[in-house]
């Protein structure tokens, strides 16, 4: 069984509550962020809000947004 791609729509008369979107996350140059598989970074570049380029020491990677395994420190 697969996920769907699209979002489930929250209906008015729903008694339940309607999901919480969060911000999307923001990062700029210099920043200091841990990643799931990567460990500990700095930003060394960003692309229009698309990715940000990332120092992890070892590698630099370039990680595509939405940022969900990527947290600023």
């Known amino acids: 069984m697969t996920k769907p791609d699209a979002p489930k729509r929250h209906l008015p008369t729903s008694p339940f509550k309607a999901p ?13 962020v841990t990643h799931d598989m990567y460990g500990l970074g700095r930003v060394i570049g960003i692309e ?3 990715a940000a380029l990332v ?7 370039r ?9 600023k420190l």
Do not use: E, N
Request: hydrophobic share 40%.
């Open 48 to 50: 229009d809000g698309i």
């Open 55 to 61: 120092d992890f020491g070892s590698a630099q990677v």
């Open 63 to 71: 990680v595509l947004s939405p940022y969900t395994k990527m947290i």
């Open 20 to 32: 919480v979107t969060s911000a999307p996350k923001h990062f700029a140059l210099g920043d200091q």
